[in-house]
C-alpha cells in the first residue's frame, strides 16, 4: 500500500497542494497533471524533500529501496558504453544482488529476443532498451510501484506489452502509481484517476466511471 499524507511542493508548474492519497493493494492509481510531476516524482524516490507531508511505502529490506521506481528512460543511443547489453544485465544483476532468472522471465514476457543480448546498448533500438531497463526494474521484490510516464514516446507494441506486466503486478497484489498526462491511457490501465490543476486535486474517477465520460471534455477542463 502507498499512503501519501499531506504532501506539498511550493512553487512552480508541478507545485501540489496538501495531497493526500491511499493507493492499495492490488490496485492502479493514475494520477494526471500538465506539465507533469517530475519534482513528485523525485520526492517519493527519496531525492528530493517535500515542503510539506510525507510518504509512507508497505517496504522493503534493510538498506534497499522502499519500492520499485520506473522512471521515464533516454534512448539507448545515449549511452556512451561499449558494453553489450547481456554484460550490462550481467553487471547490474551482480550489483544489486537481483535473480537473473527473475530478469529473464520479464525480458520473455516483453518479446525481448535472445539475438539482442549480445549487441551494445547504444546500439539498441529504444523500445528494445525500455524493456531490458524495465526487465531490471522489476526484478526487485517490492511491494509498490511508482512510474514517472514511462511509456511516452513508445510504439504501441511497446505499451502492450508493458501492459501485460503491469496488469501481471497488479494481479501479484502490488500497489501501482503511475504519474503522467495522458488521459486516454489512464483510461485504459487505471482503476482510479486522479486530476490535478493549478497544484490541487480536484477531481478522482473509478475506471468504470472514466470510461463513460467524455475523455476530450476532461482533458479540456483539467489538463489543457
Not at 533500438?125 to 514516446?153: E, H, K, M, S
Request: hydrophobic share 45%; charged share 25%.
Amino acid at each position: 500500500m502507498i499512503v501519501i499524507r499531506g504532501v506539498g511542493l511550493a512553487q512552480g508548474d508541478e507545485r501540489l497542494d496538501t495531497l493526500s492519497l491511499d493507493i492499495a493493494a492490488g490496485e492502479i492509481y493514475f494520477l494526471l497533471n500538465r506539465p507533469g510531476l517530475d519534482r513528485f516524482f523525485e520526492v517519493l524516490c527519496g531525492l528530493r524533500r517535500p515542503d510539506a507531508g510525507e510518504v509512507v511505502f508497505s517496504g522493503g529490506p534493510p538498506g534497499a529501496a522502499a519500492a520499485i521506481f520506473i522512471e521515464r528512460v533516454a534512448n539507448a543511443a545515449d549511452f556512451e558504453t561499449e558494453a553489450s547489453i547481456g554484460d550490462w544485465i550481467d553487471f547490474l544483476c551482480a550489483s544489486c544482488g537481483f535473480a537473473r532468472a527473475s530478469v529473464f522471465k520479464t525480458l520473455l514476457l516483453c518479446g525481448f529476443h535472445e539475438r539482442h543480448l549480445k549487441k551494445r546498448v547504444r546500439d539498441l533500438a529504444p523500445d528494445t532498451f525500455r524493456q531490458a531497463y524495465l526487465a531490471i526494474c522489476l526484478a526487485a521484490d517490492r511491494a509498490d510501484i511508482v512510474i514517472n510516464d514511462f511509456i511516452r514516446g513508445s510504439e504501441k507494441s511497446f505499451e502492450l506489452k508493458f501492459n501485460k506486466l503491469l496488469l501481471q503486478k497488479k494481479a501479484q497484489g502490488q500497489a501501482i502509481l503511475y504519474l503522467g498526462s495522458d488521459i486516454f491511457y489512464a483510461s485504459e490501465i487505471a482503476d482510479r484517476a486522479g486530476f490535478i490543476k493549478n497544484g490541487r486535486l480536484l477531481f478522482e474517477a473509478e475506471s468504470a466511471d472514466l470510461k463513460d465520460m467524455d475523455i476530450k471534455d476532461l482533458y479540456l477542463k483539467f489538463l489543457n
